[in-house]
């Protein structure tokens, strides 16, 4: 996700010699430095030094060791903006031996192909310009909203954090069928993928909700009201509810270091 973000802004039109990027890895630095053209440093003071945000893309098991070693610089005005799924604002505060201004945030991976979309969180020391700066980052990858709780976080990993998932396995699954049903391979992907795009841009464009939209391609008696009654059959909105729940919770217990 950090690279994501990296690539964002490079295609935004932030200047590589504006971002600094700390990674223990040798080969990451080296990396990002190639395809990014910006800073790398081994160390995370040394690397924020002269920042004004601080994104934090680590994974949450040690993001307070990160945290950490950026606020104890003791530098003012820094803006961190935390990716680290199911660490909320009071634990990341608990990082600093001062109030922090934090911006927690929950994208999603096809901000690889700056399609993604982030759900926003800031906590009562993030100014409004700190609010602006977040929000211009995260829309380098994609669209964002603001979060009026941050109980509401945990919804929005089960739906768009969680998401891609889901809409990976079904055309995964519609490729599986199209095989057994004598299809080629590669077919199947085309015919999957196209199909699972199209839906997406026409849900997204069109003035009928999903509702009206699946109506419409729904004939009396055709082959999409056959398949329809089957998954009415299977319940499969219990099923998404009952997969979509379990995501939640997850993320609450992760919340609770569970």
């Known amino acids: ?27 990451a630095r080296e990396k990002c430095a190639s395809l990014f053209d910006t800073n790398t ?8 030094k002269n920042a004004d945000i601080v994104v934090l893309s680590v994974k949450p098991q040690i993001i307070g060791k990160a945290l950490q070693s950026v606020a104890a610089s003791g530098r003012e005005n820094l803006l961190y903006i935390s990716v680290a799924a199911g660490v909320n604002l009071e634990q990341l505060n608990s990082y600093s031996e001062k109030n922090i201004a934090i911006v927690r945030c929950m994208p999603n991976t096809p901000a690889i192909i700056r399609a993604g979309i982030t759900a926003l969180i800031a906590n009562q020391n993030v100014t409004e310009l700190q609010r602006s ?16 709780k941050e109980s509401l ?7 768009s954090g969680s998401g891609p998932a889901y809409f990976f396995m079904l055309i995964e699954l519609l490729e599986s069928c199209a095989v057994e049903l004598g299809l080629s391979a590669e077919l199947a992907k085309e015919l999957a993928v196209q199909t699972a795009y199209g839906a997406c841009k026409l849900a997204r464009n069109a003035s009928e909700s999903p509702g009206e939209l699946r109506e419409n391609v729904t004939s009396p008696n055709g082959t999409t009201e056959a398949a329809l009654r089957v998954f ?18 997850r993320s609450i217990e992760l919340a609770k270091g569970n």
């Open 133 to 148: 700066d977040a929000e211009n980052l995260l829309t380098a990858v994609g669209k964002t909203v603001w979060l009026n």
């Open 232 to 249: 009415a059959a299977e319940e499969i909105d219990r099923i998404v509810k009952s997969a979509v729940t379990a995501a939640r919770d």
């Open 41 to 48: 440093f081994s160390n995370n003071e040394e690397a924020t």
């Open 1 to 27: 996700m950090g690279q994501a973000l990296i690539q964002g802004a490079r295609e935004s039109g932030v200047a590589g010699k504006d971002i600094s990027v700390s990674d223990p890895s040798v080969t």
């Open 153 to 159: 976080m945990d919804a929005v990993t089960a739906i």
